[in-house]
């Protein structure tokens, strides 16, 4: 009976204690993520810019949203862009990753080295410094351009070419694949060699090895990979920002969803307008969540029957 | 034959590495080339040292030297690497050890707001902190990460408190400890490898950060490096080219030396969580 009392006092201050040390963390939920979530719902239908004060603001309907479907070029140049640039670069990316860490993987010395320096690029891609150094090889006089008169070719001003500029950019997103690949090289560790064993002994060539063990067994990190890149990759920002100066040009050719976002918000100071695109935005993402989880089931395969 | 094809395999792997060390050779090789040689020769050493491309980026931005910008830098991220370290490391703790009602589900929110895109909060965010009178100083970029809102670090020591046996705690309680000693007496000592991990990608991506610094940081004297780098680009003139890229080599020099230093950490990072670069 006593026990029973103090087995249930303790059970008592260990969900207190719990509470404690959560709070700082629920206090964090409850006013840097969801007051503010609120409060950009809320924003999303009105008229409000951080220039005038609260009491202008007006209460407008579904206008921002309405606008922003019929009457915004811009938007529908954003989308396409973040569309080209996520359904070209990422699985060209995942691709560069899985096929170096196939290499990686049968190569016992010196993994770790290379393993390091090929994930060196996920550490400093994404940095300003990095955008500028791709805006000095690839602009009309740089070192790509030198490389290539080599071979007799001439040529263009790949970063202030429309054509051209996204391309440069999905250069420096693949150009960052060590990331993934570090994660792919711990999965394929865990593919058990039996598997290739017994293949081998029933005569299967490589190919179908890899096709029938390798990437099987992979699914759950290519899932794992896929759905982190593509959350990653539409929110990029810095490359194409300070690429294009800013302008998310040359004609637009750059203008990722994340940089109309930022000029309506911050160049134009329409806070209720960005807010829907915001949410648009989050529809957006949470809509592909929801597909990959729900499409997983069908290719991704795990061994131990989990799930 | 296998031979054969070992030696393909390394061929091929040092093939991939020339092309992706290039660019990092190149800035490092160029910032030191005079302006007209850095556009003409593709080769990766100068064929004179041109030290001058330092000191004239240094003091590129009239009135405000890189000494300030990279000051600033620091002064956010140290404070950022420590703010993330303690709230995230309490906040595992409580989910990884202690029983409390609604862990699951506050667990699985936390888990959702690991997916939630930072462009969707910045805006109610930055309404928030102007009206706080916030905006040009270091306040909206720091004090949040003491409530706790880089959930990758809490899922990253909350994946790592899980691998502690839990023999350890029982023990401790034995002896008496509550929750609050077991943390202190057991927990905190066994998570330093994790929250190494947490200081160095904290760092880094602080360091790195550009969007949040942008938006924050209006003024010039407040600027970060990567805020004050994006000012070469203003005039992108041939001339500016080496002083630009001489202190782009310099702001990605903290970020290298942290690679180097800790290697093993990061690797070990990306494997428990996913976390990227």
């Known amino acids: 009976m006593r026990g029973r009392r103090k087995n249930y006092a303790s059970r008592r201050s260990e969900g207190l204690a719990g509470y404690v040390f959560l709070s700082p963390w629920l206090i964090g939920l409850m006013t840097i993520t969801a007051f503010p979530m609120l409060l950009s719902l809320y924003l999303s239908f009105t008229n409000y810019d951080v220039l005038s004060s609260w009491e202008f603001v007006e209460w407008v309907g579904f ?10 070029p811009t938007f529908w140049q954003s989308v396409r862009v973040t569309l080209t640039f996520g359904l070209i670069a990422i699985p060209l990316k995942l691709a560069a990753s899985l096929g170096v860490a196939l290499l990686l993987n049968r190569e016992r010395r010196g993994v770790g080295l290379f393993r390091g320096m090929f994930y060196l690029p996920s550490l400093l891609g994404g940095s300003v410094a990095l955008a500028l150094v791709w805006v000095a090889m690839f602009n009309g006089e740089g070192a790509f351009n030198a490389g290539l008169s080599l071979f007799g070719i001439e040529g263009n001003n790949w970063i202030n070419d429309p054509d051209w500029a996204l391309a440069t950019l999905m250069v420096l ?39 029938h063990i390798t990437l099987p067994m992979l699914s759950p990190v290519i899932f794992f990979n896929l759905l982190l890149e593509t959350i990653n990759g539409f929110q990029g920002f810095t490359s194409a920002f300070v690429i294009s100066n800013g302008t998310g040009g040359p004609l637009g ?55 | 034959m296998a031979r054969v094809r070992g030696w393909v395999r390394v061929l091929a792997l040092l093939g991939v590495l020339a092309i992706v060390l290039y660019p990092l050779i190149w800035v490092l090789g160029s910032s030191l080339k005079s302006p007209t040689e850095v556009s003409s020769n593709l080769s990766i050493w100068p064929q004179e040292l041109t030290w001058s491309n330092y000191a004239d980026g240094w003091s590129y931005i009239p009135g405000v030297s890189f000494g300030r910008f990279f000051g600033n830098s620091i002064l956010i991220s140290l404070a950022t690497v420590v703010a993330n370290a303690a709230s995230c490391l309490v906040t595992a703790y409580a989910f990884a050890r202690l029983r409390f009602w609604g862990r699951k589900g506050y667990f699985a929110l936390m888990i959702a707001t690991l997916l939630l895109p930072g462009h969707v909060l910045i805006v109610p965010q930055y309404v928030m902190f102007s009206e706080f009178g916030w905006i040009d100083t270091p306040l909206p970029l720091i004090l949040p990460k003491l409530l706790a809102t880089e959930a990758f670090f809490i899922f990253l020591m909350v994946q790592f408190m899980r691998g502690i046996p839990r023999e350890l705690d029982d023990a401790a309680k034995i002896d008496g400890c509550d929750p609050y000693r077991t943390f202190w007496h057991v927990i905190l000592p066994l998570s330093r490898p994790a929250l190494i991990t947490t200081a160095i990608f904290s760092f880094i991506w602080t360091w790195n950060d550009f969007f949040t610094q942008l938006v924050y940081l209006p003024s010039v004297p407040s600027y970060t490096v990567p805020v004050a780098l994006r000012l070469f680009i203003d005039s992108s003139g041939q001339t500016s080219i080496g002083p630009m890229l001489a202190m782009s080599v310099l702001s990605l020099l903290p970020v290298f030396l942290f690679f180097l230093g800790f290697q093993r950490f990061l690797v070990q990072g990306i494997n428990t969580s996913g976390l990227k670069g």
Request: glycine content about 6%; proline content about 2%.
């Open chain 1, 173 to 211: 997103t693949i150009w960052q694949f060590g990331a993934p690949m570090v994660i792919f090289l711990a999965g394929l560790k865990q593919v058990p060699t039996e598997l290739y064993e017994a293949a081998q002994v029933d005569g299967a060539s490589k190919r179908r090895q890899f096709f």
């Open chain 1, 253 to 307: 050719s750059t203008k990722l969803y994340t940089l109309h976002i930022y000029d309506k918000a911050f160049t134009d100071f329409q806070m209720g307008y960005a807010s829907a695109l915001a949410w648009i935005f989050l529809a957006a993402i949470g809509l592909i969540t929801i597909v990959f989880f729900s499409t997983g089931k069908f290719w991704v395969h795990y061994s131990d029957g989990e799930n």
């Open chain 1, 63 to 72: 206008d921002n949203y309405k606008k922003i479907f019929t009457a915004d």
